[in-house]
C-alpha cells in the first residue's frame, strides 16, 4: 500500500501532506522549453530573413554605386582636374561665361515651363478620373498602364514620331494643309515652344502617374463634414484638400522640372546645329574637334546640372515627408 510522505511543520507540530509530481517534469519546466523553442525559431527565421533581405539589396547597392556614385564622383574629380591632371579652378570659371549663363538659363526655362503645363494638366486629369472612375475601374487600370508606357517614351523616337506627325512633311501637317490651307511653320518643332510641347507629351503622364495617388487618399467623409459644417465647395477645395494636396502638388512639379533638366536624346534630335541646353552644351564640349581639351569643362556643367538636381530633388523629399501622412 503506497504512503503520501509526510512533512512536520516546525514550531506546531502539525503533519502535513505532499502530493507527489507526476510524470517527473514540472508545468513551469514544459513552458520554458516551449518558450525556448519558440524563440529558437524565430532567431533562425530572424536569420533566413536577414539572408534573404541581403541577398536582394546588396545587387541594388553596387548597382548605385557602379551607375550613380562612380559616375558623380568622376564628374566631381575631373571638373577640378586641368589637361595636364593637376587641380584646377578654371573649369568651374567658365561656368560664368555669357553662352553657358544663357543655355543654362534657356534649361530652366522649358524645364520650368513643361513641368508647370504637366503638372496642371496632370493634376485636372487626375481630379477627372478620382471623380468620374472608381479605384479599380476599367478605365482607371487603363489610363495608369497607358500612363506608365508614356511617361517613359522619349528620345530619339519620340522626336521622330512628332516629326513625322507635325514636322515639314508630317501627317498632320499635310492633313491641316489640305483642310484649311494653312501651312505650319517648318521650324516650329526646333523652338522653343516647339520644344515645351514635346516634352509634355511625357511630363503629363508622369504627372498623372505621381499625383494619382494624392488625390486618391481624400476621402469622402472630408467632404461630406465641410458640408454638414455649412461649407461650400470652395471652402472644402481651398481649406481642407487644397492644404493636403498643394506639397503634393509643388513635389511633383520638382520632380517633374528634374525630368526635363535632364533630358537629353529628344533635344539632341531636334537642335543638330545648336546647343541650347546644358545638356547640349556637355555634347558639345565632349565632341569640340577644334579644342580637344574640353572635357574638364564637360565636367564642369555636368557638376552643375547634378547641383541642381540634387537641390530640387532634396525639396522633393522634404515635402514627400510632409505628405506621406495621408496616403
Known sequence: METKPQNVTAGTGELTTTAPQSGGVSETNRIDSRNATADNLKSKSGL??????????????????????????????????????????????????????????????????SALIGSIVGALACYALVSRSSQTGLVRRLINAVSSVLAQFGG????????????????????????????????WLAS?????????????????????????????????ATVNLGGTTWDYWSK????????????????????????????AALFTQRAILLPLMIQGALRNEQDIGQNGFAQSLALLMVVVVALVMTGYAQLQKRTAQWE
Open 48 to 113: 533566413a530573413l536577414g539572408r534573404s533581405t541581403d541577398f536582394v539589396t546588396v545587387p541594388f547597392f553596387l548597382y548605385v554605386a557602379v551607375f550613380l556614385l562612380t559616375p558623380t564622383l568622376i564628374v566631381v574629380i575631373g571638373a577640378f582636374t586641368s589637361a595636364t591632371g593637376g587641380f584646377t579652378l578654371m573649369n568651374l570659371s567658365k561656368l560664368g561665361e555669357p553662352n553657358t549663363l544663357s543655355s543654362l538659363g534657356t534649361s530652366v526655362f522649358v524645364s520650368v515651363a
Open 192 to 224: 522653343l515652344p516647339g520644344l515645351v510641347l514635346i516634352y509634355c507629351y511625357f511630363q503629363i503622364p508622369l504627372m498623372i502617374i505621381v499625383f494619382l495617388p494624392a488625390m486618391n487618399s481624400l476621402r469622402p467623409q472630408w467632404k461630406e
Open 156 to 187: 530619339v523616337m519620340l522626336a521622330f514620331a512628332f516629326i513625322a506627325t507635325i514636322g515639314i512633311n508630317g501627317i498632320g501637317t499635310q492633313l491641316l494643309f489640305a483642310a484649311t490651307g494653312y501651312q505650319l511653320d517648318p521650324n
Open 240 to 267: 481642407v484638400a487644397g492644404p493636403i494636396l498643394w506639397p503634393r502638388f509643388l513635389g511633383a512639379f520638382l520632380l517633374l522640372f528634374a525630368n526635363a533638366f535632364s533630358a537629353y536624346a529628344t533635344a
